[in-house]
């Protein structure tokens, strides 16, 4: 009996001892490979378990070790087709498509960090500003295939000629800017009469034709005196306009203003501007705006810009004088002026019970300065008007450099009931951004999209995904400086809501243009 009892608890020890070996058995490889698929779910791809059980486990092990080894793979060629699509794109943001030379945004980057080195007390340097001469009848004559080609083989001789750390960039068009670092002026002065030379030596064959073109270069020396990369462009441009205003084919060098030039250019232009004003030479003129289609809002629209008369010299646009004006921080008197004439006539047509818009441009200086915002509305409340009709208008680069300025400002104008548009849309890459926290109403597309359109050279992709998207936001689209009436037709068939332009009306006095404005108001 006790023998029997005896063998009865061995028996069931055996069975216990055996379950226990088998659970362990079972238990752990599946502790494993639950560990596994842990690390893996948590990226971790390179997990793995260690493949040592046997039968029907073991193909457990081997089939997840398999599976993982598959999706590591996958992973690691997706991340580098990841990498390199980064890398295309970040590529193209800072090179020009045509000739993969550095573009003007990466430019003025450069210039900008370079420029700030020179205010550390690093060494000056100069930049070259280059437009190429009788480029257009390349492309009037062969097609603008012919002027691409030509565009690349000049990047290439420029190429040629400069150093490893000099900055080759196209700025748009024909325009070239090149950084000399590390080269004193006079080195520099030596590099633009090569470049020079070697552009009047170049022959363009295309087909039968032979071109000889030409390049004016300006050189602006970059020294402490120069405060931004704005003022580098001015100085370099304006060195380029008058080496082609000199005969084209050669340099002209224009050197930065000191504190002292500055402070008496500052003077010389002030009083300009004021006598300009009292004296009534500066004109503001109308550049009138046309809707292209029945469902957009009609009536009499007009952008508004100025020209400076002066006795004895050619007018001086509104460009170069808002140029001047923002260097000697006069740009209000502009501001002031337009915002005024635009207020004025707007209350005039609103007492005549007739629909008005004024486009009025504003400088930097007035979105930076808080007063401008008070200035609008004591001007409303003065010619007792809400701010409908009048529409406030900004370039990318403002809503680019002054984003959370403007978009205070965009605020307080719409409570106002004014409306934002912004200009050069389209221009740059931040433009989509700017959609969403300005909320303009109109848009003026940039001319880099609008302008070749007609000959097919621009591609219409972009527009028309530009207008696609403004059109979901209840956006207008503005085409600027349309000349010629199939490139109008053209861009109407697009879906461009309005257009100013020879192809419109000619630009006139602001004040001729709001009489006609009236007379056709009461007829229509
Ligand atoms: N082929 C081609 N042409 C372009 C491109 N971008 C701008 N253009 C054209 O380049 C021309 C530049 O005009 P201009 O600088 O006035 O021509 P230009 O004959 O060199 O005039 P000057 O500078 O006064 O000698 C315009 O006709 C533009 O349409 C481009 O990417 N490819």
């Not at 002026?185 to 070697?198: N, P, S, Y």
């Not at 704005?230 to 084209?248: M, N, P, V």
């Not at 224009?254 to 501007?273: C, F, I, K, Y």
Request: net charge negative; proline share 2%.
């Amino acid at each position: 009996m006790l023998q029997g009892f005896i063998a009865i608890l061995l028996g069931l020890g055996l069975m216990g001892a055996l379950a226990i070996a088998m659970a362990d058995h079972l238990a752990l490889p599946l502790q494993r490979l639950a560990e596994a698929v842990r690390n893996m779910s948590a990226g971790n791809f390179d997990t793995r378990v260690p493949a040592i059980s046997s039968g029907e486990m073991r193909v457990l092990e081997d089939g997840f070790n398999d599976m993982a080894g598959h999706i590591e793979e996958a992973h690691r060629s997706m991340q580098s087709r990841i990498e390199e699509a980064t890398a295309q794109l970040v590529f193209q943001a800072r090179h020009d498509a045509l000739t993969g030379l550095v573009n003007r945004r990466e430019f003025e980057l450069r210039l900008d960090k370079a420029l700030d080195t020179v205010h550390a007390g690093g060494d000056e340097f100069s930049v070259l500003y280059i437009d190429l001469d009788r480029f257009k009848a390349v492309n009037d004559a062969c097609g603008h295939l012919a002027g691409d080609e030509l565009l690349r083989q000049i990047s290439l001789l420029f190429q040629g000629r400069l150093r490893e750390e000099d900055t080759l960039a196209r700025l748009g068009g024909d325009e070239f800017g090149i950084m000399l670092a590390n080269c004193s002026l006079t080195k520099a002065r030596q590099v633009a009469e090569d470049l020079c030379a070697l552009s009047a030596e170049y022959r363009f064959v295309w087909q039968d034709k032979i071109f000889a073109i030409g390049a004016s270069i300006g050189l602006a020396p970059v020294t402490r005196d120069v405060r931004d990369v704005q003022e580098i462009f001015a100085l370099s441009d304006a060195a380029c306009l008058q080496a082609k205003e000199l005969g084209r084919n050669q340099v002209c060098e224009l050197a930065p203003a000191t504190q002292t030039d500055r402070r008496r250019d500052r003077g010389n232009w002030a009083s300009r501007l004021a006598s300009a004003l009292s004296e009534g030479r500066l004109i503001v003129e109308a550049i009138p705006i046309r809707a292209l289609h029945a469902g957009v809002p009609g009536g009499q629209i007009a952008e508004l810009s100025a020209r400076l008369n002066e006795p004895g010299q050619a007018p001086i646009a509104l460009s170069a004088l808002i140029d001047a004006a923002e260097r000697y921080d006069m740009a209000s008197v502009f501001d002031h002026h337009f915002l005024e004439t635009a207020i004025r006539s707007l209350a005039r047509a609103t007492r005549q019970q007739m629909g008005m818009r004024c486009m009025v441009p504003l400088s930097r200086a007035a979105i930076a300065n808080s007063k401008t915002g008070d200035f609008i509305a004591s001007q409303l409340e003065e010619h007792g008007i809400e701010g409908q009709g009048l529409c406030l208008m900004f370039s990318e680069d403002i809503s680019t450099h002054q984003t959370s300025q403007l978009i205070e400002f965009s605020r307080r104008m719409r409570e106002l009931g004014c409306q934002i548009a912004l200009t050069e849309f389209g221009g740059g890459v931040s433009s989509f951004t700017q959609l969403r926290t300005l909320a303009p109403s109109y848009v003026r597309l940039s001319l880099s999209l609008t302008r070749d359109i007609g000959d097919g050279v621009t591609s219409t992709a972009l527009l028309r995904a530009i207008l696609e998207i403004t059109a979901e936001q209840d956006i207008y689209s503005i085409a600027e400086d349309v000349d010629d009436t199939p490139l109008l037709e053209h861009l109407r068939k697009l879906g461009i809501a309005y257009a100013h332009g020879k192809a419109v009306a000619p630009r006139e006095p602001f004040d001729a243009w709001f009489e006609g404005a009236v007379m056709r108001g009461s007829r229509g």
